[in-house]
């Protein structure tokens, strides 16, 4: 053994010595999460208006731009007895399968709405595979209160002008 | 022909073209909207402007040269609409200057200041010819506020099957057109001005058209969708399958859109020489028959009394078991088959082979219901119209008589494609029956005969070309045999005496009878109500047979005979011998079968039922052992020992032949409903269980036998069949659907047409010799008092199982009705609208009156398809009395 190959395990002994005192990066997952940044990509939402209609329209545009065809969506005609979202069209069904979901993204970008969001959810796991594809119900967000739920009656007559906001992702 | 330069690419174009067709021929794209090919121009929303010019004319009227040698050009001062330019010798068409794109630009823009952009909600997104030429041509970004969008009404019902968007609306008036021009149905129109301009119905109910759906396809934007389609799926989402209609025996090509195995629309499929680009609304909307809740789903086998849930093994044992007890009881010719003219060639092929090949019998039919007066089997063998016959674009040389039909309920788009013919091409028409029909309205010459003197018509048409020496003396001298006997026996017929007997002026008789011998084509149609007298008028046979020989108007095409059928496999049924009297291939048999009357009353032991329902109009005996193959538990299958689920056309592949005699192909589109199986599946299980050897793995190689061994179809398969069919969108998967919208809103037209027409005896064989032979007519002209002539005639939308299955369509569905003339009216003491009793032999029913027009004194017409109206007599003699 020569004197520098002892001179390198000094150094390297320092390095361990000097961390022993600094404090630990790991995270006691699952007690503790550590925060993701504002436009991480983890689930899907859908969002609802301030009044509680659905933000979704049913126009599938998030399914036609998904490169992975993870997005299901079945349209449909509403009335104002049972209103869903502005406009004459909702999502009767909306599911999206989170294996073939590679969160890209380009289903939020190509919402004309703002409805579907990819939030801040990661904790994904499932022990089926059935599990992972998750229903309208799952990704709608609660409603801002309990009398503001869909589908709902709307007394006057719905205002169709408003299906498709004129400031991408604003509101009503 | 005449030159034009568009963009430096020359191209030849006749005399007449618009500028807009020319550049087509010359690859170059000229955005349009209001334009469509099939109608009339209008130039009403520029977005074809382009420059225009022509060749410079010195004072010597010489055109001018420039520097390089060519011809110098006088451009217009200002831009010219392509769609209503006509062409002319030399003319130079400028598309790509920036002057042409600033007015395309604008036009856009303009079009979108007024429209709500709602594409994301829009049912035409994705298709949507506004949206592709904002993409391909527009600004790209709008100068006016959002808020300052022009609003108008959305969601406004035009009738039971059609939504209008009035702030989609860009005002083209294709729809008002097509109605127009068309349709023939003058319900649409604009009202109001300006940018407040908007589409309204003008009819009621709301858009009563038969052809309203077609509006939809047409219209360039969505202001007008279909209420049955209406948001529940976005066009690029579902399968494109290639189908043929499965109502009407004219055979319309359509695409059966599917997603999740549910039919969500069906739209038309271009053929141009079946349908053009058209569809009526029953081929369009009637479609929810094929996924009823109550189709059947597993085979029933009677057990103690009831029908019960049973395998396909047990029911099929027992249908053989059975069957071959009977046999050796009764011998073959106890076993009758009656199979229904809805079913594809294949099953029809196997089914006949199945009777007289595995069993040795003969009884075979088709003839019940509708289709009871299916007759001309060998007419239309021998006269079939020539291979290639247009009816949409039949011109001034060709005359058609279309005798005892009524197209406009029967075969929708044969009316609309004949009424084409008259409005742009110029063909001369002469409608004949006992009543006026809609078709009567284009007629050049309208004739209203006396119902039951359908031959003497026909007989004193005959009399004139001969008094007159019209006749074809060289094709009769080198053909046709045996007419001297005809004239002898047509003395005592004169003009006069045969007007007399049909109620026609003799002049009238003789104009049609002239128009005829000197058109240089002549077509006959000849309708249900024509072949139902027929029947028990044998004369009307051969004096169509001597009509068309003496003018020598068969065997070439716009030449011969066209028997409208009622459903869209009569003419297969025929073709495959569903007859006592033919076997496959129309080819005369040697022993006689039982007919459908014989085989209902008993007189056959055991009865094979597929895909008609013979209970339906009573009379029916129930025979020892009663088989019925069909969709739903029809009033047969309710009496039924075993019934067996097949499956509708949407489900399978086959082949269909239309009234023309085409072959064309349709795909199957979803799942099977349960376990239902294909007829030709069950027919060949049957034979295989009695010993045959068949081995048909799909419906491909039941028709490649067909083409190998039924001359008619020789040639017929299924990759013969798949030629040029016109599929709008790439298939599923391969590139992207949304790329391609379908060219009927774009007018981007190939004007192809698919399918095969097998050739008549009078077109395959340019030397046959025909016999002319002569029926006594017998014409009755029984004079009544208080007693009216009853003609039956039928409604497109009826009561029946298929129609029935549509919400959608029910509205349309008239309340039952009697149509009365005038006088008799007046003398019955009733009005439009009233309610009357009609009486005949025992039977009374109660029914509308309808006072319009439409039928001459001492006829009364009821439509017998609708509620309680069945099974009323053609010729029958009915008293009417006031409720
Ligand atoms: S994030 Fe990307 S892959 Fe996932 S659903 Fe949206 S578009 Fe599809
Ligand atoms: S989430 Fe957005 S893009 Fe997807 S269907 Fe709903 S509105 Fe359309
Ligand atoms: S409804 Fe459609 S077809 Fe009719 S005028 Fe408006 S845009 Fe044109
Ligand atoms: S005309 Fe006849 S074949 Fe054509 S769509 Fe209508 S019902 Fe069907
Ligand atoms: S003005 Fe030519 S297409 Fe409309």
């Not at chain 2, 709008?142 to 989609?168: A, Q, Y």
């Not at chain 2, 798949?722 to 379908?742: I, K, L």
Request: net charge neutral; glycine share 8%.
């Amino acid at each position: 053994m020569t004197l520098p190959d002892l001179g390198a395990i000094v150094k390297g002994m320092s390095v361990t010595l000097r961390e022993m005192f600094n404090p630990p990066a790991t995270i006691q997952y699952p007690e503790v999460k550590k925060p993701v940044f504002p436009r991480f990509r983890g689930r899907h939402e859908l969002k609802r208006h301030e009044n509680g209609l659905e933000k979704c329209i049913g126009c599938s545009l998030c399914a036609a731009a998904c490169p992975a065809d993870a997005i299901y969506v079945e349209p449909a005609e509403q009335t104002d007895a049972a209103r869903y979202s502005p406009g004459e069209r909702y999502a009767k069904r909306y599911e999206i399968n989170l294996i073939r979901c590679i969160f890209c993204g380009f289903c939020e970008e190509a919402c004309p709405t703002g409805a579907i969001i990819l939030e801040h959810d990661y904790e994904l796991s499932y022990y089926n595979r059935r599990d992972a594809i998750i229903t309208k119900d799952k990704l709608l967000v609660p409603p801002p209160a309990p009398d503001q739920s869909t589908p709902r009656a709307i007394k006057d007559p719905g205002n169709l002008y408003a299906a498709i906001p004129p400031v991408k992702g604003g509101v009503e | 022909m005449p030159k034009v330069t568009i963009d430096a690419k020359t191209v030849e174009v006749p005399n007449g073209t618009l500028v807009v067709e020319a550049a087509k021929k010359a690859g170059v794209e000229i955005p349009v909207f209001c334009y469509h090919p099939k109608l009339a121009s209008v130039g009403m929303c520029r977005m074809c402007l382009v420059e225009v010019g022509t060749p410079r004319r010195g004072k010597d009227g010489q055109i001018e040269m420039d520097a390089n040698g060519n011809p110098a050009i006088a451009w217009m001062p200002k831009l010219q609409t392509a769609c209503t330019t006509v062409i002319s010798d030399g003319m130079a068409v400028r598309t790509d200057s920036a002057q042409v794109a600033d007015a395309r630009r604008s036009v856009v823009e303009f079009l979108l200041t007024s429209h709500p952009l709602d594409c994301p909600i829009c049912d035409k997104g994705g298709e949507c010819p506004l949206q592709n030429l904002t993409m391909a041509y527009g600004p790209g970004k709008s100068r006016f506020p959002v808020e300052s969008k022009f609003h108008n009404e959305k969601r406004v019902p035009l009738g039971d099957l059609i939504m209008l968007d009035r702030e989609r609306c860009i005002q083209c008036s294709r729809c008002i057109r097509f109605q127009d021009e068309l349709a023939d149905d003058h319900v649409l129109g604009f009202q109001a001005r300006g940018r407040g301009i908007e589409i309204v119905s003008l009819s009621t109910p709301e858009f009563d058209s038969k052809f309203s759906g077609n509006t939809i396809d047409i219209c360039p934007v969505g202001a007008l969708t279909s209420r049955d389609f209406r948001l529940s799926a976005r066009v690029w989402e579902v399968h494109d399958y290639p189908s043929v209609c499965a109502h009407c025996s004219v055979g319309c090509n359509l695409l059966i859109c599917e997603r999740d195995h549910q039919i969500k629309r069906i739209v038309p499929r271009e053929n141009e020489a079946v349908n053009a680009i058209w569809i009526c609304d029953k081929g369009r909307f009637a479609h929810h028959f094929t996924t009823a809740p109550d189709r059947l789903t597993t085979p029933l086998v009677r057990k103690n009394g009831s029908l019960q849930p049973a395998s396909w093994d047990d029911a099929l044992d027992a249908i053989v078991a059975k069957f071959a007890e009977i046999k050796k009881q009764s011998g073959a010719s106890a076993l009758a088959g009656l199979g229904g003219d809805r079913t594809a060639n294949e099953d029809l092929y196997l089914f006949q082979k199945l009777f007289r090949q595995v069993l040795g019998s003969n009884n075979l039919e088709h003839r019940v219901g509708w289709s009871a007066s299916n007759v001309g089997v060998d007419l239309v063998r021998m006269y079939g119209a020539g291979a290639d016959t247009n009816l949409g674009a039949l011109d001034k040389s060709v005359t058609a008589l279309v005798i005892g039909a009524d197209p406009e309920e029967e075969q929708p788009v044969i009316r609309l494609r004949l009424t084409r013919s008259v409005r742009n091409f110029g063909l001369n028409l002469i409608v004949a029956n006992g009543r006026v029909t809609k078709l009567a309205s284009h007629a050049k010459q309208s004739i209203v005969y006396r119902y039951g003197a359908e031959s003497a018509f026909l007989l004193g048409m005959i009399r004139t070309i001969l008094d007159e020496g019209l006749e074809n003396k060289e094709f009769i001298g080198a053909r046709v045999n045996n007419l001297d006997a005809v004239r002898k026996s047509i003395e005592p017929f004169t003009v006069e005496h045969c007007a007399e007997l049909c109620d026609v002026k003799p002049e009238k008789i003789r104009d049609a009878a002239r128009l005829i011998a000197q058109s240089p084509s002549f077509l006959i149609l000849y309708g249900r109500e024509a072949m139902a007298a027929q029947q028990h008028d044998p004369a009307i046979t051969s004096s169509i047979e001597t009509l068309l020989l003496i003018t020598g108007h068969v065997g070439r095409v716009n030449n011969g005979l066209i028997a409208l059928y009622p459903h869209n496999n009569s003419t297969g049924a025929m073709d495959f011998g569903l007859l006592p009297t033919h076997s496959a291939g129309r080819v005369k048999s040697d022993v006689k079968g039982l007919s459908a009357r014989e085989m209902l009353s008993g007189k056959a032991r055991a009865l094979y039922v597929m895909a008609c329902d013979p209970a339906a109009d009573g009379n029916f005996t129930k025979p020892d052992l009663l088989v019925v193959q069909d969709l739903f538990l029809t009033e047969t299958a309710k009496l039924a020992d075993v019934v067996l689920p097949a499956q509708s056309f949407a489900e399978r592949d086959g082949t269909l032949t239309n009234t023309e005699r085409r072959v064309q192909l349709f795909r199957a589109a979803i799942k099977p409903i349960g376990e239902s199986k294909p007829d030709w599946w069950i027919v060949a299980e049957i034979a295989k269980r009695l010993g045959a050897t068949w081995h048909y793995r799909n419906s491909a190689e039941i028709m490649d036998e067909i083409a190998a061994t039924v001359p008619l179809y020789a040639g017929v398969t299924y990759a013969a069949l798949s030629d040029n069919v016109m599929m709008p969108r790439p298939p599923y998967g391969q590139g992207n659907p949304s790329d391609e919208p379908t060219e009927i809103a774009m007018g981007e037209l190939e004007n192809v047409s698919s399918g095969k027409q097998w050739l008549s005896v009078a077109e395959s064989d340019a030397s046959a010799k025909f016999e002319l032979f002569w029926n006594e007519p017998r014409g009755e002209g029984r004079e009544a008092k208080n007693e009216l002539v009853l003609a039956v005639a039928r409604s497109l939308y009826d009561r029946g199982t298929l129609v029935g299955k549509t919400k959608i369509v029910q509205p349309r569905v008239p309340a039952p009705y009697v149509e009365i003339n005038s006088q008799d009216a007046e003398q019955i003491g009733v009005g439009d609208g009233a309610r009357v009793r009609v009486s005949f032999d025992s039977r009374v029913i109660e029914l509308n009156a309808r006072v319009d027009g439409h039928v001459p004194p001492g006829t009364v017409l009821v439509p017998n398809n609708l509620d309680g109206t069945a099974a009323l007599p053609m010729g029958a003699w009915v008293k009417i009395e006031k409720v």
